[in-house]
């Protein structure tokens, strides 16, 4: 069982920086598959980033590729999303997710068994 919190969101204007974090609890931190979606309203939840269990690869969306970079700490079992350059359209309420441990990465978000309640972010023009 994972368990998780985001926390970090909040509004910034265009072409500022924002970092998320992502406590998670459980043992199964260091060998499990994660990444970070998001939600804008209206639309469909969408990845941003993965990162496997090694924390070896890491996967981006072509729209965040070059600006965001996915990170993970197994000491303080914290997953964390470095966004730079942000613009409006990556307003919206993103989430932090696991799937089972030693799993294969997946885009689609029905293959995470585990989510935080997620953390707005607002990108001002």
């Known amino acids: 069982q994972v368990q998780l919190g985001e926390s970090g969101g909040g509004v910034v204007q265009a072409g500022g920086s924002l970092r998320l974090s992502c406590a998670a609890s459980?043992?199964?931190?260091?060998?499990?598959?994660m990444a970070w979606f998001r939600q804008a309203p209206g639309k469909e939840r969408e990845y941003v980033a993965i990162?496997?269990?090694?924390?070896?690869?890491?996967y981006y969306a072509d729209s965040v590729k070059g600006r965001f970079t996915i990170s993970k700490d197994n000491a303080k079992n914290t997953l964390y999303l470095q966004m730079n350059s942000l613009k409006p359209e990556d307003t919206a309420v993103y989430y932090c997710a696991a799937r089972p441990t030693r799993t294969p990465v997946a885009v689609s978000p029905r293959a995470y068994a585990y989510w935080g309640q997620g953390t707005q972010v607002t990108v001002s023009s």
């Open positions: 459980g043992r199964t931190f260091s060998s499990s598959p």
């Open positions: 990162i496997d269990w090694s924390g070896d690869s890491t």
